[in-house]
T-cell receptor
Framework: QKEVEQDPGPLSVPEGAIVSLNCTYSNSAFQYFMWYRQYSRKGPELLMYTYSSGNKEDGRFTAQVDKSSKYISLFIRDSQPSDSATYLCAMSLFYGQNFVFGPGTRLSVLP | DVKVTQSSRYLVKRTGEKVFLECVQDMDHENMFWYRQDPGLGLRLIYFSYDVKMKEKGDIPEGYSVSREKKERFSLILESASTNQTSMYLC????????????FGSGTRLTVV
């Protein structure tokens, strides 16, 4: 079993839809969670950074962590064609430790 | 506003060649990383460095080495390139406190023929 898993997609949604992107992980000790967005032929860029369980909101993006289920989610409201990218989750055990990345989910928002 | 710069976007090299991938960051970060990214496998850590002249092996160091002679520069070296090293290579940096995430470069697409 991989340490961090994501559905690779592609996930296609119409513009304006609410998008749910998910990661599952095997190590219950993970405490720090990130979401990165990667456009084609670009490096990943940080979207959200959360600690432990709960929700964090930033504009149209909401990150949710459910440690009991070992499951994290990224919700995108009012999705736009510019949101079309690959979304990577990442997590670590301790503050400052290197992160383990999921393989990414490719999202396509259709105008 | 470029913060992590990888010297080449695309490279084509022959099997057996020695290959240098260069990365420079302008944020005065102590920590620097080299990843490779392959479809279905995600980002895999090759090497990282916590300080000048320091290096640590990541998850897949075989066939690679690194050099960090200056704080801002971290080089990845393929001693004898092989076709299974064809990949996207991403450099990243992070401050020593570990606060926030990584800042990535735009990547180098290496093809070994």
């Amino acid at each position: 079993q991989k340490e961090v898993e994501q559905d690779p997609g592609p996930l296609s949604v119409p513009e304006g839809a609410i998008v749910s992107l998910n990661c599952t992980y095997s190590n219950s000790a993970f405490q720090y969670f990130m979401w990165y967005r990667q456009y084609s032929r670009k490096g990943p860029e940080l979207l959200m950074y959360t600690y432990s369980s709960g929700n964090k909101e930033d504009g149209r993006f909401t990150a949710q962590v459910d440690k009991s289920s070992k499951y994290i989610s990224l919700f995108i409201r009012d999705s736009q064609p510019s949101d079309s990218a690959t979304y990577l989750c990442a997590m670590s055990l301790f503050y400052g430790q290197n992160f383990v990345f999921g393989p990414g989910t490719r999202l396509s928002v259709l105008p | 506003d470029v913060k992590v710069t990888q010297s080449s976007r695309y490279l084509v090299k022959r099997t057996g060649e020695k290959v240098f991938l260069e990365c420079v960051q302008d944020m005065d970060h102590e920590n620097m990383f080299w990843y490779r990214q392959d479809p279905g496998l995600g980002l895999r850590l090759i090497y990282f460095s916590y300080d000048v002249k320091m290096k640590e092996k990541g998850d897949i160091p075989e066939g690679y080495s690194v050099s960090r002679e200056k704080k801002e520069r971290f080089s990845l070296i393929l001693e004898s390139a092989s076709t299974n090293q064809t990949s996207m290579y991403l450099c990243a940096s992070r401050d020593s406190q570990g606060a926030g995430g990584y800042t990535f470069g735009s990547g180098t697409r290496l093809t070994v023929v």
